[in-house]
């Protein structure tokens, strides 16, 4: 065997030697990797507020601090400190997910002429704007689901408020396991909505 190629055959050995582990690691930490389970939120379905069939409203993604702004569920422990809940997790960023029920909201009720959202090229006569300022498990003194989210309805062709309003929905969890604390947050969720639909039917 010539010197170059005996060279180049432990060259190759040397390569294998060191590939051969490094894929075993990859390989091991795919398969223990911790895995999430993934909750979405429900939007309700139909609505007591008037009909506005005449009317087309645009909703915008809802604002929210950093601490929502994200795909895990948050437990505020005190009025100072949060934590997140552990092997779970939103299926979206919550602004997205609470956009999106929103919507669905708003067509479940059948009472409106159209409802979209940013670049689906609807002719808009209102537009819903909203921010979450609370969407959380509080621990002390008996847990509970609380969600607040404070909305406008601005008029879309001269940019003034039509109507303001705060809507807050608190649920006692009546328990401890993930499941308990997404279902809990799921119902305060929805009856908020609810209200924020109503109200607005009302108020264009």
């Known amino acids: 065997m010539a010197v170059s190629d005996l060279f180049l055959r432990r060259s190759w050995l040397l390569k294998s030697a060191i590939a051969m582990p490094l894929l075993a690691a990859v390989l091991s930490g795919c ?11 429900s939007a309700p379905v139909g609505g007591s507020g008037p009909l506005a069939k005449g009317r087309q409203i645009l909703v915008q993604q809802p604002t929210a601090l950093q601490a929502l702004n994200s795909e895990q569920i948050v437990i505020k422990v005190s009025s100072s400190e949060i934590q997140y809940l552990a092997k779970a997790q939103w299926s979206d960023k919550l602004p997205r997910m609470v956009q999106a029920k929103l919507v669905e909201a708003y067509e479940n009720s059948g009472k409106v002429g159209g409802v979209g959202i940013p670049g689906q090229g609807l002719a808009i006569d209102y537009q819903v704007v909203t921010d979450i300022r609370a969407f959380e498990i509080r621990t002390g003194g008996g847990s509970q689901a609380v969600v607040e989210i404070s909305a406008k309805i601005l008029n879309d062709r001269n940019g003034s408020v039509r109507a303001q309003k705060v809507f807050t929905q608190s649920v006692p969890t009546g328990g401890s396991s993930n499941e308990v604390f997404v279902k809990a947050l799921d119902r305060a969720f929805a009856g908020v909505t609810s209200e924020i639909v109503d109200w607005t039917l009302k108020s264009i």
């Open 31 to 41: 398969g223990t990797a911790a895995k999430n389970d993934t909750f979405d939120l």
